[in-house]
Every structure is written in structure tokens, then in C-alpha cells.
């Protein structure tokens, strides 16, 4: 056996020690370890899932909604919208597996919150940390053989939405989107919110899905009378910038 060096040893220590840190730079626990008992494991990962009812979406925070929705708000909508989808021969889609996936996707955020662009965390470390949730949450948590299924389950829809390679995990890539701005529609009328046009720009350009897009494309000229009304349509328009539903899309689908 090398024993370690001096250097080494305070190296590993100082790796225990490190603080790591979530969505709004908040220092996060540490990762689950199994008791060994899977009745109390389990409990455990049930508990967990409360944080996604009670941990508000990052980005209506910081705009100052008042009583914003919860990460579990956010999936279960998509959840729904991906029910209605029509599925036919020439885009032949598993739904159900889609309302799986959109149930799961932001699965992560229970541990690490919901870290948005603006807080500068690079796009790889913040996958990083959602996998090593996601590694604590089905090895540590749902370990045992009784929940075999259900591991396997959630992994499965996890990594294929974050690869973004099938029919079905673009698809609900695109509800997350739509999802977010209906909801920023809702905060601009409930709330007279005015700063929410880079959450319109930053998703309804890459809209994909023809369906999704027609909703988008109805849902901004809902937006765009809303504004009128209240006398700032000059204002709507500025603050897009031009975005328009699914043209990042279709440019980067050579259309």
C-alpha cells in the first residue's frame, strides 16, 4: 500500500470540504448516501420530491413575480401539453413516454435548485452537478432491487432528454419552452410584469415541432394585443428584437 503525501492528503481534504454551490449560488448539502435500508431510502427520495413543489422557478424570482410557480408547476403543464400533441404517421412520437419524460426533466433541480443562464454557471458544470444528483437520487436513494424499475426508469428518461437526439426528448425540449413563455404571458397580464421579453426571445425562436410553434405563434399575437391595449405595443416589439417563432429552427435545420 503508497501511503499518500502530505500534499495529497491536504488535497483530498480540501476536496471533502469544498463548498459546491447551486441555482442562486446557494451552498448545497451534501449528497444522499443509503442507510443500507431500502423501506428508509426510499422514504427519503419521496421527501425529496417536495423540494419540487416548494422550490420557485429562479428566473420569475429574480424578475419580482409575486408567488411564482414552482418547478413542479413547470412539469406538469408540459406534462399535460404533451397529452395533446397529435400524433401521426409522418412524425410518429411516444407520448406517453413524452409526458414521462416531461415529468422527470427537471428531476435534478429537487437537489441543485433551477440554475438559469443569467447566473453565469458554465453549461457543463451545471450538467455536471444535476448528474451527480441524479447519481445520488437512483444509486443511494432508489438503490435496492425494489425499486430496480423504477432506477432504471428514471435514468433512461433523464439521459435521453439531456441528449436531445430522439423525436420524443426534442419534443418535450419544446414544451419546456412554450411552457415558459405561456407562463411569462400570464405574469405580463396577471402582473403587469415588463422585463420578461428575454424569456420570450431565448425560446420561441427554437421551436421545432409544427404544433408547438402554431400554439407559439398564436400565443405571441395573444401577447402582442395584450400590449396594444395597454398602449406599449411599440414597446412589445422593441423589446423582441425581431425574435420570431422557430426561425432559429428552421436555420439551423438549413430551411
Avoid at 70 to 75: K, L, Q, R
Avoid at 101 to 130: C, R, Y
Avoid at 233 to 254: C, T, W
Wanted: aromatic share 4%; glycine share 8%.
Amino acid at each position: 500500500m503508497v501511503n499518500s503525501t502530505p500534499l495529497e492528503t491536504v488535497s483530498k481534504q480540501a476536496e471533502k470540504t469544498a463548498v459546491v454551490l447551486g441555482a442562486g449560488g446557494k451552498e448545497l448539502p451534501a449528497p444522499y448516501k443509503s442507510t443500507g435500508n431500502e423501506a428508509l431510502d426510499t422514504l427519503a427520495f419521496l421527501h425529496l420530491l417536495e423540494q419540487l413543489k416548494v422550490q420557485k422557478r429562479s428566473g420569475w424570482i429574480r424578475e419580482g413575480v409575486k408567488e411564482a410557480e414552482s418547478i413542479s408547476d413547470h412539469m406538469c403543464r408540459m406534462a399535460l401539453m404533451a397529452m395533446m400533441i397529435p400524433n401521426d404517421g409522418d412524425r410518429p412520437l411516444d407520448i406517453p413516454r413524452c409526458v414521462m419524460m416531461a415529468l422527470v426533466h427537471d428531476l435534478a433541480e429537487a437537489h441543485v435548485g433551477d440554475i438559469t443562464p443569467v447566473e453565469g454557471v458554465p453549461a457543463h458544470v451545471k450538467h455536471q452537478l444535476e448528474e451527480q444528483a441524479m447519481d445520488s437520487f437512483l444509486n443511494e436513494m432508489l438503490g435496492g432491487e425494489g425499486n430496480k424499475d423504477a432506477r432504471q426508469r428514471f435514468r433512461s428518461l433523464w439521459d435521453e432528454y439531456e441528449a436531445r437526439e430522439t423525436p420524443e426528448s426534442k419534443l418535450v425540449k419544446d414544451l419546456d419552452r412554450l411552457e415558459l413563455a405561456l407562463q411569462a404571458v400570464e405574469y405580463e397580464r396577471s402582473q403587469d410584469i415588463r422585463t420578461l421579453s428575454p424569456f420570450f426571445i431565448g425560446s420561441v425562436p427554437n421551436l421545432e415541432h409544427p404544433e408547438v410553434r402554431k400554439w407559439a405563434e398564436t400565443l405571441m399575437e395573444e401577447r402582442k394585443q395584450l400590449w396594444a391595449e395597454r398602449g406599449r405595443g411599440d414597446e412589445e416589439q422593441a423589446g423582441l428584437k425581431g425574435a420570431k417563432v422557430g426561425e432559429k429552427a428552421r436555420k439551423s435545420n438549413g430551411v
